[in-house]
């Protein structure tokens, strides 16, 4: 059973940041694509960012290209996602999902297997 727990959400105030990371227990993460996820109240999921298993591939919605970075520590088996400059439309619930084989481009579609139950990211003064 494939697990994914996101943490390190929270209020931050505009122009803050974050680091959230996605961790998983069933499986070595090392083996998954990764991708990012964000749901804002009312608004449907949106795909922010993935990467490939080795890193080679990433991509960015273009709300949020030059703001965060994705990245992969192999070692730790946790996947994260730098998110700065954050302004109240960066609100929302983040989850990050895995897909298995992932070994050319990454996708910021829906097509993930996996999914964590997410974490809360607030931007307000």
């Known amino acids: 059973q494939v697990q994914l727990v996101e943490s390190g959400g929270g209020l931050v105030q505009p122009g803050g940041s974050l680091r959230l990371s996605c961790a998983a227990s069933?499986?070595?993460?090392?083996?998954?694509?990764i991708g990012w996820f964000r749901q804002a109240p009312g608004k449907e999921r949106e795909g922010v960012s993935c990467?490939?298993?080795?890193?080679?591939?990433?991509d960015y919605a273009d709300s949020v290209k030059g703001r965060f970075t994705i990245s992969r520590d192999n070692a730790k088996k946790t996947v994260y996602l730098q998110v700065n400059s954050l302004t109240p439309e960066d609100t929302g619930i983040y989850y990050c999902a895995a897909q298995a084989f992932t070994f050319g481009a990454c996708t910021l579609s829906n097509r993930y297997a996996y999914w964590g139950q997410g974490t809360q990211v607030t931007v307000s003064s």
């Open positions: 990467i490939n298993i080795s890193g080679s591939n990433i």
């Open positions: 069933g499986v070595n993460l090392n083996a998954y694509g």
